[in-house]
């Protein structure tokens, strides 16, 4: 301090730095110069820790089974995703084992489903699958369900947390599991592939 | 009956019915020598592996052990080398998973001390061990021909034609022409035609599991001829907990399990151990008494140590032609031309292996497109198969820090410690990978490819050096024979006795080995009256054979 200089008194200085609204102002400003800083030199960056905090996620419920009802609707919901057709009865069969096998091996799957399902029958009112070809594809089309590329200011908003859920976890689902399929192979002309033996010499050239 | 009840004594037991356990029971049994085969994994029939190749191509790993916990292990270094897709436990081992590449070592990987002045030498050369080689490609049914310029020198032809190059294959050829790389065909131990009362390979696609047997795996190519002997027995879901020894620092038994937990002893004159390069190791730790405190046969301290794998990098490129990936699950074409590098004191070897499955799936293709409905199917048809793939193998010297430990906060089914792996690679590897891409690099850039980019560091399924061979007992486990230097009724086989790994994939080295340790068995001692189809004859002197 210096010589015959006033000095302010210590609590004051100390209430200065330390109330609480003046921390809650240091930790908003912070934040906020953070996001802006992120938004102009790592916008990305910034994309990625917003989807990764507010993307719908999977729950950890445990595996389980389907009911008759609910693997209708996700085959009809899957044939206008995957073809834009009803599905004969080999490719609903190759639906029905992956969203089986999924349901029935990974947890949070079953609820997955079991919620899409819920969702699709109760805005058909009516079950999704009794719903004509055109019907359904209007429906999906008027909620987006056709398109799985969710975007970050989607995630932000409160509402349509179930559409959102279907279209960033469920249809990606679905149409990766067909096309894994014999279905997927079919689409790319090959009638052999991984898992289905064939001609050895066929490796050889080009597909007819 | 359960696992190996009924059964109590042999003249040699041998633990695991992989490569090297497959190859040693046949090789002992049509002998007239008395085995039994302890394998920890269960039978898995050739029936059920349709079924398993289904599986595998949804992402399942159809090898994974019943027995929960059992594979239970923990990693540390700069890599964590993972073990799930990497090993798999039942009669035939790693030969039910592995690729079926058959590549010999080169006369030089034998002397790395010698020519390059890094690392040891190994205590056989590659003329010793050639006419093994030799034997194991006519007993697992190797398909080639020797179109590699940079091969050392083979006294047999290979027992079956080569396979074809592939269509992509003639996108490398091209390129490689232009760059004077030589490119030649790799030797595969699958049936090229049909052979050993095999089929031929009929493009399954899913070589991790062959549903018919084409590709060589021990369960079918040994294991079956060594039952038929009537000399051999193979106890399946039998785990070996331990080892013990007696007063005169040799295996009396060996103490195993079964899915119940419950303990079995069997004696025998003379052990084998042939678990892989992790399971070795960590049983032989596991086996501390009085006599080896710090684990059997482990005077050196160097049982776990110098674990070392192949460093794997995958370059691709986007092509504008179609180029039909992943009708054949194998490799058809490769290049040795830098596997034995002028500086190889200063960075490692490596193979460029030209793959024949690269690039997105439909499966994958679809989900990401954008597209649904109708135009979906056509935009998967336009993306699908335009990726070409280069896969480096890279050489690793061993590193002392790199090892198998016994993790004592963790614990397998039976209550045992796990493996602690610890694995990381240094400037050696680093440069030999980053040469290689560039060179995988320009192979591409020349076929006009786009998109060129470099995958993760990956590591391949070879788990070896951990209970090495030499001459000196200070610096190694094994001596050329693969007896172990401290206990002279064990043996140690399979890729843990590797002193360097070379380039090459090591399952072709590990069956030549076996076999030469089976015929050294069996020659000396039972020209000494050891082992005798009686089964009435003495245990081996200490330091008896060499």
Same mark, same amino acid.
């Given at each position: 301090m210096r010589a015959g200089g006033r000095s302010r008194p210590a609590v004051i200085v100390y209430s200065l730095i330390v109330t609480r609204r003046r921390i809650l102002q240091l930790l908003i400003g912070a934040t906020g110069s953070a996001l802006v800083l992120l938004l102009f030199w790592r916008p990305q960056r910034l994309a990625h820790l917003v989807s990764r905090r507010f993307k719908p996620r999977l729950d950890a419920t445990a595996p389980g089974v389907l009911s008759k009802r609910e693997m209708q609707t996700i085959v009809a919901f899957t044939a206008v995703l995957v073809e834009g057709r009803e599905l004969n009865t080999h490719e609903a069969g190759y639906v029905v084992e992956h969203v089986t096998d999924k349901a029935g091996k990974t947890p949070g799957y079953l609820s997955l489903y079991q919620k899409t399902a819920a969702l699709l029958d109760r805005l058909a009112g009516a079950p999704f699958s009794s719903l004509p070809l055109e019907q359904r594809i209007g429906l999906m089309m008027r909620h987006r369900f056709t398109d799985s590329d969710v975007r970050i200011r989607e995630c932000l908003r409160p509402w349509g947390r179930e559409t959102l859920a279907v279209r960033a976890l469920a249809v990606p689902d679905l149409i990766g599991g067909y096309y894994l399929s014999p279905a997927g192979w079919a689409a790319v002309g090959y009638e052999a592939f991984p898992s289905r033996c064939g001609d050895l @010499?066929?490796? @050889?050239s080009a597909e007819a | 009956m359960a696992a190996g009840d009924g059964v109590r004594e042999a003249e040699v037991c041998i633990i695991g019915a992989g490569a090297a356990g497959g190859i040693m029971a046949l090789e002992l049994a049509r002998r007239g020598i008395r085995v039994v085969v302890l394998e920890s994994g269960p039978r898995h029939d050739l029936a059920r592996r349709g079924d398993y190749s289904r599986r595998f191509v949804k992402g399942e790993n159809p090898w994974e052990s019943p027995l929960k916990g059992i594979d239970r292990y923990t990693t540390g270094g700069s890599v964590g080398y993972r073990l799930e897709w990497n090993r798999a436990r039942g009669v035939g081992g790693s030969t039910l998973h592995w690729e079926g590449t058959t590549l010999r070592l080169r006369a030089d990987d034998f002397r790395m001390r010698t020519l390059h002045g890094v690392a040891e030498d190994w205590p056989i050369s590659y003329e010793e061990l050639e006419p093994y080689y030799g034997k194991a490609e006519r007993a697992l049914g190797v398909a080639g021909t020797p179109d590699d310029p940079w091969a050392s020198p083979r006294s047999t032809a290979f027992p079956l034609p080569p396979f074809p190059l592939s269509f992509s294959d003639g996108f490398f050829a091209r390129a490689c022409r232009k760059l004077d790389i030589a490119l030649h065909h790799v030797p595969q131990a699958r049936n090229s035609l049909p052979y050993g009362g095999r089929s031929q390979c009929h493009a399954c696609g899913t070589c991790h599991v062959c549903p018919t047997g084409a590709k060589a795996s021990t369960d079918l190519t040994h294991i079956p001829q060594a039952v038929a002997t009537g000399h051999a027995d193979v106890v399946a879901d039998a785990t070996v907990l331990r080892l013990e020894v007696d007063g005169s620092s040799q295996v009396r038994s060996v103490v195993y399990a079964g899915g119940d937990r419950r303990e079995r002893r069997l004696s025998a004159r003379l052990f084998v151990v042939a678990a892989g390069g992790v399971e070795t190791a960590r049983l032989l730790l596991l086996s501390a008494s009085p006599d080896f405190p710090r684990g059997l046969a482990n005077r050196s301290g160097l049982v776990g140590r110098y674990f070392t794998s192949h460093p794997m990098i995958d370059v691709t490129g986007r092509v504008a032609e179609r180029v039909y990936p992943y009708r054949i699950g194998f490799s058809t074409a490769m290049s040795g031309q830098f596997a034995m590098p002028r500086d190889r004191q200063r960075r490692g070897a490596f193979l460029l292996e030209f793959l024949n499955s690269a690039g997105p799936l439909p499966g994958e293709i679809a989900p990401v497109s954008g597209a649904w409905g109708t135009a979906l199917g056509q935009r998967v048809k336009t993306e699908f198969g335009r990726t070409l793939g280069i896969r480096i193998y890279a050489e690793q010297l061993p590193i002392a820090a790199n090892t198998v430990t016994l993790d004592a906060g963790v614990t397998d089914y039976f209550g045992n410690p796990v493996p602690h792996i610890t694995y990381g690679i240094g400037p050696y590897e680093r440069a030999a990978l980053k040469e290689a891409e560039e060179v995988a690099a320009k192979i591409l850039a020349t076929l006009g490819a786009e998109d060129i980019r470099s995958g993760p560091l990956g590591y391949a399924a070879h788990q070896l050096g951990t209970h090495r061979m030499g001459s000196d007992p200070a610096q190694s486990v094994v001596n050329a024979h693969l007896r172990a230097h401290d206990v002279p009724n064990l043996y140690l086989v399979g890729g843990g006795t590797f002193v360097t790994v070379s380039s090459s994939p090591p399952t072709l080295t590990i069956a030549a080995l076996a076999i030469r340790t089976a015929e050294h068995i069996a020659e000396v001692y039972r020209g000494q009256g050891t082992i005798r189809r009686t089964h009435r004859s003495g245990v081996p002197a200490a330091g008896m054979a060499t």
């Amino acid at each position: 301090m210096r010589a015959g200089g006033r000095s302010r008194p210590a609590v004051i200085v100390y209430s200065l730095i330390v109330t609480r609204r003046r921390i809650l102002q240091l930790l908003i400003g912070a934040t906020g110069s953070a996001l802006v800083l992120l938004l102009f030199w790592r916008p990305q960056r910034l994309a990625h820790l917003v989807s990764r905090r507010f993307k719908p996620r999977l729950d950890a419920t445990a595996p389980g089974v389907l009911s008759k009802r609910e693997m209708q609707t996700i085959v009809a919901f899957t044939a206008v995703l995957v073809e834009g057709r009803e599905l004969n009865t080999h490719e609903a069969g190759y639906v029905v084992e992956h969203v089986t096998d999924k349901a029935g091996k990974t947890p949070g799957y079953l609820s997955l489903y079991q919620k899409t399902a819920a969702l699709l029958d109760r805005l058909a009112g009516a079950p999704f699958s009794s719903l004509p070809l055109e019907q359904r594809i209007g429906l999906m089309m008027r909620h987006r369900f056709t398109d799985s590329d969710v975007r970050i200011r989607e995630c932000l908003r409160p509402w349509g947390r179930e559409t959102l859920a279907v279209r960033a976890l469920a249809v990606p689902d679905l149409i990766g599991g067909y096309y894994l399929s014999p279905a997927g192979w079919a689409a790319v002309g090959y009638e052999a592939f991984p898992s289905r033996c064939g001609d050895l @010499t066929r490796y @050889t050239s080009a597909e007819a | 009956m359960a696992a190996g009840d009924g059964v109590r004594e042999a003249e040699v037991c041998i633990i695991g019915a992989g490569a090297a356990g497959g190859i040693m029971a046949l090789e002992l049994a049509r002998r007239g020598i008395r085995v039994v085969v302890l394998e920890s994994g269960p039978r898995h029939d050739l029936a059920r592996r349709g079924d398993y190749s289904r599986r595998f191509v949804k992402g399942e790993n159809p090898w994974e052990s019943p027995l929960k916990g059992i594979d239970r292990y923990t990693t540390g270094g700069s890599v964590g080398y993972r073990l799930e897709w990497n090993r798999a436990r039942g009669v035939g081992g790693s030969t039910l998973h592995w690729e079926g590449t058959t590549l010999r070592l080169r006369a030089d990987d034998f002397r790395m001390r010698t020519l390059h002045g890094v690392a040891e030498d190994w205590p056989i050369s590659y003329e010793e061990l050639e006419p093994y080689y030799g034997k194991a490609e006519r007993a697992l049914g190797v398909a080639g021909t020797p179109d590699d310029p940079w091969a050392s020198p083979r006294s047999t032809a290979f027992p079956l034609p080569p396979f074809p190059l592939s269509f992509s294959d003639g996108f490398f050829a091209r390129a490689c022409r232009k760059l004077d790389i030589a490119l030649h065909h790799v030797p595969q131990a699958r049936n090229s035609l049909p052979y050993g009362g095999r089929s031929q390979c009929h493009a399954c696609g899913t070589c991790h599991v062959c549903p018919t047997g084409a590709k060589a795996s021990t369960d079918l190519t040994h294991i079956p001829q060594a039952v038929a002997t009537g000399h051999a027995d193979v106890v399946a879901d039998a785990t070996v907990l331990r080892l013990e020894v007696d007063g005169s620092s040799q295996v009396r038994s060996v103490v195993y399990a079964g899915g119940d937990r419950r303990e079995r002893r069997l004696s025998a004159r003379l052990f084998v151990v042939a678990a892989g390069g992790v399971e070795t190791a960590r049983l032989l730790l596991l086996s501390a008494s009085p006599d080896f405190p710090r684990g059997l046969a482990n005077r050196s301290g160097l049982v776990g140590r110098y674990f070392t794998s192949h460093p794997m990098i995958d370059v691709t490129g986007r092509v504008a032609e179609r180029v039909y990936p992943y009708r054949i699950g194998f490799s058809t074409a490769m290049s040795g031309q830098f596997a034995m590098p002028r500086d190889r004191q200063r960075r490692g070897a490596f193979l460029l292996e030209f793959l024949n499955s690269a690039g997105p799936l439909p499966g994958e293709i679809a989900p990401v497109s954008g597209a649904w409905g109708t135009a979906l199917g056509q935009r998967v048809k336009t993306e699908f198969g335009r990726t070409l793939g280069i896969r480096i193998y890279a050489e690793q010297l061993p590193i002392a820090a790199n090892t198998v430990t016994l993790d004592a906060g963790v614990t397998d089914y039976f209550g045992n410690p796990v493996p602690h792996i610890t694995y990381g690679i240094g400037p050696y590897e680093r440069a030999a990978l980053k040469e290689a891409e560039e060179v995988a690099a320009k192979i591409l850039a020349t076929l006009g490819a786009e998109d060129i980019r470099s995958g993760p560091l990956g590591y391949a399924a070879h788990q070896l050096g951990t209970h090495r061979m030499g001459s000196d007992p200070a610096q190694s486990v094994v001596n050329a024979h693969l007896r172990a230097h401290d206990v002279p009724n064990l043996y140690l086989v399979g890729g843990g006795t590797f002193v360097t790994v070379s380039s090459s994939p090591p399952t072709l080295t590990i069956a030549a080995l076996a076999i030469r340790t089976a015929e050294h068995i069996a020659e000396v001692y039972r020209g000494q009256g050891t082992i005798r189809r009686t089964h009435r004859s003495g245990v081996p002197a200490a330091g008896m054979a060499t």
